[in-house]
């Protein structure tokens, strides 16, 4: 299984701007998944994407996939204060998930 | 209906001593997995669990670590003995059936080893 690395590692705005953290992998997967955690809270899963699919909403929530380029973005929109937390992408191959160190967003009031 | 439970929350211990971490999955729930986040390493898998059977433990870091899932609604982790370089935040998570399915995890059990 392989790791997916988040980028940029911190992210910083104020509320009511969006929010966009990438994705990168290395090997072709089944789906990617995005995660968001709250400090001192377990991991809770937002998103699925599948590899035959590009494009997600839910919600505030935009999730792209583009696998020749083997990258995903999570857009937040509008964001709030409670969205401030970390997000973690996990590529797909195989039920095992290997997450990477994530992006720490900040949604300053 | 409730998600994962995990149990205790928090455990402060000394070396040497035995710790057990409790979880129950989500009822229904057929995959289980055991995780360890620290501040240097990020988030660990340890080992997961397909219909109670261990599938893959190759990130459980020593023999001190063992982790066993009598049935489809418990699970535990143990150390022993503990280190201080275990002290973590372990993660228990369940998924629905095998195979690229959300996980949902628990809130975790903060553990330091003095």
């Known amino acids: 299984s392989q790791q997916g690395e988040e980028d940029p590692q911190a992210l910083s705005i104020q509320e009511g701007e969006n929010a966009t953290m990438n994705c990168s992998y290395k090997?072709?997967?089944?789906?990617l998944q995005w995660y968001r955690q709250n400090s001192g809270r377990g991991l809770v899963h937002l998103i699925l994407?599948?590899?035959?699919?590009r494009e997600k909403h839910s919600g505030r929530l935009r999730v792209t996939l583009d696998t020749s380029k083997k990258s995903s973005s999570l857009l937040i929109t509008a964001s709030r204060a409670a969205d401030t937390a970390s997000y973690f992408c996990?590529?797909?191959?195989?039920?095992?998930?290997?997450f990477g160190k994530g992006t720490k967003l900040t949604v300053n009031p | 209906d409730a998600g994962v439970i995990q149990s205790p929350r928090h455990e402060v211990t000394e070396m040497g001593q035995e710790v057990t971490l409790r979880c129950k999955p989500i009822?229904?729930?057929?995959?289980l997995f055991w995780y360890r986040q620290t501040m240097m390493r990020g988030l660990e898998l340890l080992i997961y669990?397909?219909?109670?059977?261990?599938?893959?433990d190759s990130g459980m870091p020593e023999d001190r670590f063992s982790a066993k899932m009598p049935n489809a609604s418990f699970s535990t982790l143990k150390i022993q003995p503990s280190e201080p370089r275990d002290s973590a935040v372990y993660f228990c998570?369940?998924?629905?059936?095998?195979?690229?399915?959300?996980?949902?995890f628990g809130d975790g059990t903060r553990l330091s080893i003095l």
């Open positions: 998570a369940s998924s629905p059936s095998w195979g690229f399915q959300p996980q949902h």
């Open positions: 090997t072709s997967i089944n789906n």
């Open positions: 994407i599948r590899s035959n699919e």
């Open positions: 996990a590529p797909g191959e195989s039920e095992k998930l290997v």
């Open positions: 009822s229904g729930h057929n995959s």
């Open positions: 669990f397909n219909n109670n059977v261990p599938i893959d």
